[in-house]
């Protein structure tokens, strides 16, 4: 997922379905706090992230340390990904590094 221009966003992938990266209303704007972000990729039935939420694949918690328990999916949702301490660095990007680097789209859970 690439931030294009302000909260519009393109989406890769090498196979399958890429989905979509959407900017809910009410959502405030797509940018990293200082002090750790939480991403999330979720299934929903409509456009509030307030409700409807059917599924959450995965988090990465942009911060040293672990996620808080309290926003912690796996609780709920037992499948959910949790990716801690996934940090921001500069020059102000997050990148994971696969192994072998030509890997790019079959990293899973135990892979984190």
């Given at each position: 997922m690439k931030e294009i221009?302000?909260?519009?966003?393109?989406?890769?992938?090498t196979s399958g379905v890429c989905g979509n990266a959407v900017k809910t209303p009410g959502s405030g704007s797509f940018a990293r706090a200082s002090g750790g972000e939480h991403t999330y990729a979720y299934a929903d039935t409509d456009d509030d992230r307030t409700n409807g939420v059917t599924e959450i694949f995965e988090v990465m918690y942009t911060a040293f340390g672990n996620i808080a328990a309290g926003e912690d999916p796996s609780v709920?949702?037992?499948?959910?990904?949790?990716?801690n301490g996934f940090s921001d660095p500069a020059p102000d990007h997050t990148e994971y590094n696969f192994?072998?680097?030509?890997?790019?789209?079959g990293a899973g859970v135990s892979d984190f």
């Open positions: 221009s302000t909260n519009t966003f393109s989406v890769t992938c709920d949702y037992p499948n959910a990904i949790v990716v192994s072998p680097a030509a890997l790019r789209d």
